[in-house]
């Protein structure tokens, strides 16, 4: 895998978590008018990312070009998601929802499980 197959990764993971918090606000009917708030999920929602991801090794060549190793990025995520919550609670000082850890987490690895499966897709045709 080259190393601008890396970079399109991590460009297509920022983009599916912005996505993602794109889509919660949306489902709440508050995207007209969120604004810069959705940074108060976005962030958060990177940084617990970047945090974890590299622990279950989801950027090394020899696991993105894996298809069973497609799990790694997902159960990354599920570790993610509360972090990114807490964060987020911790930054707007308000108590943590459950449920939204749960949605969160849930959500997000879902959207990266998609993401990394079509960009195996791509590449695997490529070579």
Partial sequence: MKSSSKVWVIIGDIL????????????HDELGTAGTRMMTTFVPLVFAWVLISPWLGVFRAEIMDN????????????????????????????????????????VSAL?????????????????
């Fill in 16 to 27: 599916m978590l912005g996505l993602v918090t794109l889509f919660g606000f949306a489902s």
């Fill in 67 to 106: 298809p069973r190793q497609l799990w790694r990025p997902f159960w990354a995520m599920v570790l993610a998601g509360p972090m990114a919550a807490w964060i987020r609670g911790a930054w707007l000082q308000r108590p943590i929802v459950p449920l939204f850890v749960v949605v969160l987490g849930g």
């Fill in 111 to 127: 959207a990266l499980l998609a993401w990394r499966t079509i960009f195996w897709l791509i590449t695997s045709r490529r070579n």
